[in-house]
């Protein structure tokens, strides 16, 4: 991989000066406009990281508001004792380490396993975190006052979708990215080719909870007042794995495609539905498994390279068959 | 306090175990990995409990209607939704990743519908709430009858699926849908009654916890969580497995509950999930995979 190349540069210049245009927003915009900002930007970052792990392995995640959370209490707790920077280090370093637990207890295993394991995994952070707060530090709840304004939580998180971006480029084009992908096309065939699964799996899988800690961490100040259940809501991460789903999981931008759409329309539906937010929900997700399952990209894919379709399909005929026999 | 702890250990396992049978029944025959499945609990739950304070019929009468009336809701649930997910599969893996998004979304609707009518509020209701004497233990009746009943219709459960044709034909499907096809079974019929059967017994489950546990419209997603591990736990498929692992981690979490700290019941559970994926992912009764 050579960083000089035009075909690297370009992507990469064009992106640059997109992110410099989107970071004179606060310029324009007036508060509502920028909280709305805020909220696509995060969920931007949140479903790019999501995608970056569960797009070509196909383990469906469903911990993102785990790490979130983690990071939004490490601000909750640290926020008046460091400098920020120093918080969001402490941040990163507590997703890290949590995201290596659950990744080297179960990503060793059949995806089904992974996935049942983080389905309850919100659950279990946020009852051992109520069983803390309540039995050591005596009192549920925080206040996060930090001297951090709305224009500086959009700068932090502008940044971080940029550097995501920017990593997820540069890990497609590395061997640790044709890794994943050999795994997610074949498991089998990636153990035959020499690439340790579990250990490629698990650093993708800590990458990916480190950026979804640091978004937790970034917005935290917007909340002011933080506890178990407000920090670990589990339709969070039900949010993200939907608009990753509709925009496409495969490509690096295709989570966006889902996330400006459903960002504004969950916008409408908390103001519109409050009591039937949660159905609406469930049927947008419905409609998105069954009617484009390979999301907006996918569709897009598929009218405009019928051909490619018939190609990519022989491997998972002969995969199906193999199955069968064993 | 002791053998209080063990007794109501047993019959919340007990709970757990049956649950997980109706589970590991969708999830082994049907190979719907259904993350609704526990909604279906907390829904039977909540018709016993209109039925009780509504309409006067006790929850045991109540089975008689809802047992029915659940197995043909899952059956329509497997005909209509997930079908065509099996239809459009590719291979046993694409099933599992649709079936859990699908079930999931699902799962949302549910819940949903469920607080719109219900709120977010505990629910409980008087059944059978006089005390027992057993072994020294004070307990109340209804865990008793809650208990016998389990045990019955475990019992059933399990006589159906080994001594009859069709649970011979679900075993089979369970071991190897292609073969199965192969000597004359209707595999997706099969599907489909084993999905609907493991409703039903999600429903029996449901209405049997309503009678002495306090219940909410958020509880499903732990009770599917619970009977995931118990199915994990005692290899997928197997019966016994299941009632082995849900009685383990009843008695676990309510010796914990008693000892340490009622706060921390999921974590044990975790614990104890954890502890069976490093040592023995296959699960305790399973075979090894490959």
Redesign the interface.
Known sequence: MSILKPDFIKPVAIGAVIFAALAFLPSFADSYYMSLAISVVSFAVLATAWSMFSGPT?Y?S?ATVVFFGIGAYTVAVLGEIMAFPLVLVCAGLAGTVVALLVGF??LR?A???F???T??LT??VR??V??YE??VTREMGRYVFLDITQNDIYWQLLALFAVLLLTGFVLGRSRLGFALRIIGEDETVAKHCGIDVTRVKVALFVLSALFMTLTGAIIAPRWTYIDPVIAFN?MLS?QV?IMA?LGGPRRLLGPLLGVIPLTLLFEVLTASFP?????????V??VI??LL?GGVVGLYEKYRAPKKRTLS?SP??T??SE??T? | MLSYAIFSGITLGGMYALVAMGLTLQYGVSRIMNLAYGELVIVASFIAFVFMTSFGINPILGLLIIIPLSFVLNWAIYRILLTPLVARAKNRGMLEVDSILATFGLLFIVQGVLLVWFGGNYYSYDFMNNAVDVFGAVIAANRLVALGFAVVIGLGFYLILTRTRIGTALRAVAVDPTSARLVAIDVNFASCFAFALGGAVAAVGGVLVSMFLTFSTSMGVVFTMKALIVVIMGGVGNLLGALVAGLILGVAESLVATYIDPGLTIAVTYVIFLLVLLVKPSGLFGRATS
């Open positions: 196909r469906i469903l207890s179960t295993l995806g089904v396993y996935v049942i394991f389905f309850g659950e279990l009852q051992v109520s069983w309540v039995n589990p039900f794995v789903l009591n039937h937010f949660s159905i609406l929900l469930g049927c997700f419905m498994v069954y399952p399909s998972e005929t995969r199906k199955e069968k064993a």
